[in-house]
């Protein structure tokens, strides 16, 4: 497999002081594959990819509204599994990283179903999982993945209780401590469905704003109208994400088809 770059053991790899002078963030350099990139639908690099340019949209259309209203935390959530919630953020923070005025941290809360990490890298790296469970440094566990502005922080091993452990004063501190870092850092929360337990419920007033993807010939009206209900504060919503669309589908403003 061709890598983009050469593997690198754990290094120093972020250097940069934080805005508030706190210890730089060391991140470990983990190599990553065009070809795992582009078999796990990861196209946001790919400029001539359809799907790239799909991206690009939405994100301009999310910068817009985080630089309008002074958000930094986006959560992406759907109503069910398997929507493509994570798809959806690892290409958004790529794209957004792209975009040379930020840097971008993409954070895998899915701590139902980790896969980020997976999706992305050859090899397993530890996550979310050691800092709740060890009290692993977090500087520890933040891997940068050969692309520029973009930095990742794994989820691990899944947990039963994911809502309790989501909500819990720890991981809350953490939330807080990684938005106060870094003043043009965007982060990306990779979160688990709706429906499929009270996490996002009990989560999303610890986000500035959220995105919903839906899934074409998937995700039913009444899922959609049962996700919204749930959500309570609506207007934190950016909108809807239609993926898996059909080629010229126009039901939503981001049809994401590839
Ligand atoms: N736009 C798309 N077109 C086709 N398959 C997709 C698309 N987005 C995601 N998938 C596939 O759907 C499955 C679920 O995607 P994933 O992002 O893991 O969903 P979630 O995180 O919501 O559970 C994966 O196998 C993924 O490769
Ligand atoms: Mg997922």
């Not at 992305?120 to 440094?137: A, H, K, M, N």
């Not at 003043?183 to 919903?212: C, E, H, N, S, T």
């Not at 309570?232 to 049809?255: F, I, M, P, Q």
Request: aromatic share 4%; charged share 25%; with cysteine.
């Amino acid at each position: 497999m061709e890598s983009l770059n050469p593997p690198l053991e754990p290094r120093n790899a972020d250097t940069a002081a934080s805005d508030s002078g706190a210890t730089p963030v060391r991140s470990r350099i983990a190599p990553v594959s065009a070809e795992r990139l582009l078999e796990n639908r990861i196209v946001a690099m790919a400029d001539r990819n359809p799907a790239a340019i799909a991206y690009k949209v939405l994100r301009t259309h999310v910068l817009q509204q985080m630089r309008a209203n002074n958000w930094k935390t986006l959560g992406v959530t759907s109503p069910t599994l398997g929507n493509g919630k994570t798809v959806t953020t690892i290409n958004l923070a790529i794209s957004l990283a792209r975009d040379q005025k930020h840097t971008v941290l993409a954070v895998d809360l899915d701590l139902q179903r980790p896969s980020m990490a997976a999706r992305l890298f050859d090899q397993p790296v530890p996550g979310l999982s050691d800092y709740i469970t060890e009290d692993r440094p977090i500087e520890e566990l933040l891997v940068k993945p050969d692309i520029e502005r973009l930095v990742i922080l794994p989820g691990s091993h899944s947990f039963t209780h994911s809502s309790e452990i989501l909500c819990s004063p720890k991981m809350i501190e953490l939330v807080n401590e990684i938005k106060d870092r870094y003043a043009d850092r965007l982060i990306l929360f990779d979160l688990p469905p709706v429906l499929g337990g009270d996490d996002v419920m009990a989560f999303a007033p610890y986000v500035d704003a959220l995105l919903l993807v839906i899934e074409e010939g998937k995700t039913t009206k009444d899922q959609l109208t049962s996700a919204y209900e749930l959500l309570h504060d609506r207007a934190k919503v950016l909108g809807t994400v239609l993926n898996k669309a059909d080629e010229g589908s126009t039901r939503t403003g981001y049809s994401i088809s590839y």
